[in-house]
C-alpha cells in the first residue's frame, strides 16, 4: 500500500470515471442484465468504500484491481443474502476459464464485457434518444450533466430518458442480452454512434480540469478497432479512421499547463504520423462498397485537416463541401455552424457571422458554448472589440470546463486591454 494521500478523493473520482462502466459491466456478465440495477448498486458501494478505507490505510498499489476484488467480493455477498442460485455464485467467485468463455460471451463471438454490454442496451425496444442516455450514462460512466451536454439537450431531459429506459428494463419490458448473428448488425449503427459521443466527450472534456480526457477517447478508440476486427464494414473502419485523426493531433491541442492552443497556431510537427498513417489506411478500408456513412464524411475532413501542408494550403472549399454533404445527410445546426466556421476561412468573417447570428434561435444550441466562442471570434477579426467581448463573456458563463473558461478569460483580457 502506497502512503495515505491527500488527493484520495481526486483519485477516486478519476477512478470512478475510468473504472467505474468496466466495473458494472463485469457483474452484470455474471449476475446477468436483468439485475443492471443491482450491479451499479455494488459498484456504488465499492467506490464508497474506498474512499473511506484508502483515506484511513493508504491508496494500494493497483487501484483498480483493489476495486474490482471488492466489487467481486460484495457481489458474493449479495449472491449470500438474497439466496441466488449456487450457480452465480461459482461464477461471481472465479473468472471464467478460456473453455467457458463461449458460454458466457453466447454466440456473439465478442471477446470483451463493455462491447457485449453496449450491444446489450442498444436495444432495438429502447427508443433511440434514451438507449443512448442509457449507454452515455451505464457504459461511459458519464453523469447527467454529462449526457445532456453529449445529446446537446438539458439536463431534466437527459434524467427523462434514463428513467424511462430503466424502468423498461426494471418492469420487464424488455430483456437486456448479447445479441448474436444478424441482430449484431442490426445494432451496429447505435453502437457506432455510442463510441462516438464517447470519443467526442473525450476529445473535448465539457467538465472538470481537463481539455481532453483521454481515457475516454482511449477506451472509444479500444472498443472501435475490436469492432473492425469483428465487423469488416466500411461504417465500422471509417469511425476508426476519424478517431486517429483526431488522436494524431492530442500533443498539439495544449499548450504550457494544459491551455487550450487554436488550431491555426498548433504546431503540426508534433502531430503523431504513425495514427495518422493508420487512419488513411482505415479510411482506404472503408472506401469499399458504395455507401457513405457521415464517418466516412467526417474522417475525410479530418484527413484533409492532417494531410494539408500547412493551415494557409488547406482545402477549405473542398471541406466546406463535405461538411455540406455531411449535413443534407443529417441535417443539424452544430453542422451548419462548422459551415459558417469554414466559410469566414473562404468569404471572410462578415459572411459566417452572418450564416451564424440566425442559429442563436437554435433551441440545440441555445446553451452551447461554441457557438458564442465562434461568434466572439468572428467579431475580433472583424474589428469589433465590444460584440467580440459580449459574444465571450456568453461563452464564459455557459461552459463548466475550468481550461475553456481560463482560455476565454484570457480573451477577453486581451480585447479589453
Same mark, same amino acid.
Given at each position: 500500500?502506497?502512503?495515505?494521500?491527500?488527493?484520495?478523493?481526486?483519485?477516486?473520482?478519476?477512478?470512478?470515471?475510468?473504472?467505474?462502466?468496466?466495473?458494472?459491466?463485469?457483474?452484470?456478465?455474471?449476475?446477468?442484465?436483468?439485475? *443492471?440495477?443491482?450491479?451499479?448498486?455494488?459498484?456504488?458501494?465499492?467506490?464508497?468504500?474506498?474512499?473511506?478505507?484508502?483515506?484511513?490505510?493508504?491508496?494500494?498499489?493497483?487501484?483498480?484491481?483493489? *476495486?474490482?476484488?471488492?466489487?467481486?467480493?460484495?457481489?458474493?455477498?449479495?449472491?449470500?443474502?438474497?439466496?441466488?442460485?449456487?450457480?452465480?455464485?461459482?461464477?461471481?467467485?472465479?473468472?471464467?476459464?478460456?473453455?467457458?468463455?463461449?458460454?458466457?460471451?453466447?454466440?456473439?463471438?465478442?471477446?470483451?464485457?463493455?462491447?457485449?454490454?453496449?450491444?446489450?442496451?442498444?436495444?432495438?425496444?429502447?427508443?433511440?434518444?434514451?438507449?443512448?442516455?442509457?449507454?452515455?450514462?451505464?457504459?461511459?460512466?458519464?453523469?447527467?450533466?454529462?449526457?445532456?451536454?453529449?445529446?446537446?439537450?438539458?439536463?431534466?431531459?437527459?434524467?427523462?430518458?434514463?428513467?424511462?429506459?430503466?424502468?423498461?428494463?426494471?418492469?420487464?419490458?424488455?430483456?437486456?442480452?448479447?445479441?448474436?448473428?444478424?441482430?449484431?448488425?442490426?445494432?451496429?449503427?447505435?453502437?457506432?454512434?455510442?463510441?462516438?459521443?464517447?470519443?467526442?466527450?473525450?476529445?473535448?472534456?465539457?467538465?472538470?480540469?481537463?481539455?481532453?480526457?483521454?481515457?475516454?477517447?482511449?477506451?472509444?478508440?479500444? *472498443?472501435?478497432?475490436?469492432?473492425?476486427?469483428?465487423?469488416?464494414?466500411?461504417?465500422?473502419?471509417?469511425?476508426?479512421?476519424?478517431?486517429?485523426?483526431?488522436?494524431?493531433?492530442?500533443?498539439?491541442?495544449?499548450?504550457?499547463?494544459?491551455?487550450?492552443?487554436?488550431?491555426?497556431?498548433?504546431?503540426?510537427?508534433?502531430?503523431?504520423?504513425?495514427?495518422?498513417?493508420?487512419?488513411?489506411?482505415?479510411?482506404? &478500408?472503408?472506401?469499399?462498397?458504395?455507401?457513405?456513412?457521415?464517418?466516412?464524411?467526417?474522417?475525410?475532413?479530418?484527413?484533409?485537416?492532417?494531410?494539408?501542408?500547412?493551415?494557409?494550403?488547406?482545402?477549405?472549399?473542398?471541406?466546406?463541401?463535405?461538411?455540406?454533404?455531411?449535413?443534407?445527410?443529417?441535417?443539424?445546426?452544430?453542422?451548419?455552424?462548422?459551415?459558417?466556421?469554414?466559410?469566414?476561412?473562404?468569404?471572410?468573417?462578415?459572411?459566417?457571422?452572418?450564416?451564424?447570428?440566425?442559429?442563436?434561435? &437554435?433551441?440545440?444550441?441555445?446553451?452551447?458554448?461554441?457557438?458564442?466562442?465562434?461568434?466572439?471570434?468572428?467579431?475580433?477579426?472583424?474589428?469589433?472589440?465590444?460584440?467580440?467581448?459580449?459574444?465571450?463573456?456568453?461563452?464564459?458563463? *455557459?461552459?463548466?470546463?475550468?481550461? &475553456?473558461?481560463?482560455?476565454?478569460?484570457?480573451?477577453?483580457?486581451?480585447?479589453?486591454?
Amino acid at each position: 500500500m502506497s502512503e495515505g494521500s491527500p488527493d484520495v478523493g481526486v483519485l477516486v473520482d478519476h477512478l470512478f470515471r475510468s473504472e467505474y462502466p468496466k466495473l458494472v459491466a463485469v457483474l452484470t456478465r455474471h449476475f446477468g442484465f436483468e439485475n *443492471l440495477a443491482v450491479a451499479e448498486d455494488l459498484v456504488q458501494e465499492t467506490l464508497v468504500a474506498a474512499m473511506h478505507h484508502w483515506s484511513v490505510n493508504g491508496v494500494p498499489d493497483v487501484p483498480a484491481a483493489w *476495486l474490482m476484488a471488492v466489487a467481486k467480493r460484495k457481489a458474493l455477498n449479495h449472491v449470500k443474502r438474497t439466496g441466488r442460485k449456487q450457480r452465480a455464485h461459482d461464477r461471481i467467485g472465479r473468472e471464467p476459464a478460456a473453455e467457458q468463455q463461449a458460454e458466457v460471451f453466447l454466440e456473439s463471438d465478442l471477446e470483451d464485457s463493455m462491447l457485449r454490454m453496449i450491444f446489450a442496451c442498444c436495444h432495438p425496444d429502447l427508443a433511440p434518444p434514451d438507449r443512448l442516455a442509457l449507454v452515455l450514462k451505464i457504459l461511459c460512466g458519464f453523469g447527467s450533466a454529462e449526457v445532456a451536454r453529449a445529446l446537446l439537450i438539458g439536463e431534466e431531459a437527459a434524467n427523462k430518458r434514463l428513467y424511462r429506459a430503466r424502468k423498461l428494463i426494471s418492469d420487464g419490458g424488455i430483456a437486456l442480452e448479447a445479441p448474436g448473428g444478424a441482430e449484431l448488425d442490426g445494432r451496429l449503427g447505435a453502437v457506432l454512434q455510442s463510441l462516438y459521443l464517447l470519443y467526442n466527450e473525450g476529445y473535448s472534456a465539457t467538465g472538470g480540469d481537463e481539455l481532453i480526457r483521454k481515457d475516454l477517447c482511449l477506451e472509444a478508440m479500444r *472498443l472501435c478497432r475490436l469492432l473492425t476486427l469483428r465487423f469488416s464494414q466500411p461504417p465500422v473502419h471509417a469511425l476508426m479512421a476519424l478517431m486517429c485523426f483526431h488522436t494524431a493531433r492530442f500533443d498539439s491541442r495544449l499548450g504550457n499547463g494544459g491551455t487550450v492552443v487554436l488550431f491555426h497556431e498548433q504546431d503540426r510537427s508534433t502531430w503523431n504520423t504513425d495514427l495518422i498513417r493508420a487512419g488513411m489506411w482505415q479510411l482506404s &478500408e472503408a472506401a469499399q462498397g458504395d455507401a457513405v456513412s457521415r464517418w466516412h464524411l467526417e474522417a475525410s475532413i479530418a484527413a484533409m485537416h492532417c494531410t494539408a501542408p500547412s493551415y494557409a494550403q488547406t482545402d477549405w472549399s473542398g471541406i466546406r463541401g463535405m461538411y455540406r454533404q455531411l449535413n443534407a445527410l443529417h441535417p443539424n445546426p452544430v453542422l451548419r455552424l462548422n459551415v459558417a466556421i469554414i466559410t469566414a476561412e473562404i468569404e471572410g468573417p462578415e459572411v459566417a457571422i452572418s450564416q451564424i447570428e440566425p442559429l442563436r434561435g &437554435e433551441r440545440k444550441l441555445a446553451r452551447y458554448p461554441l457557438l458564442y466562442a465562434t461568434l466572439g471570434e468572428l467579431h475580433r477579426r472583424a474589428g469589433r472589440a465590444g460584440d467580440a467581448c459580449l459574444n465571450l463573456e456568453k461563452a464564459l458563463a *455557459l461552459t463548466s470546463s475550468s481550461r &475553456e473558461r481560463a482560455f476565454y478569460q484570457e480573451r477577453l483580457a486581451a480585447l479589453s486591454a
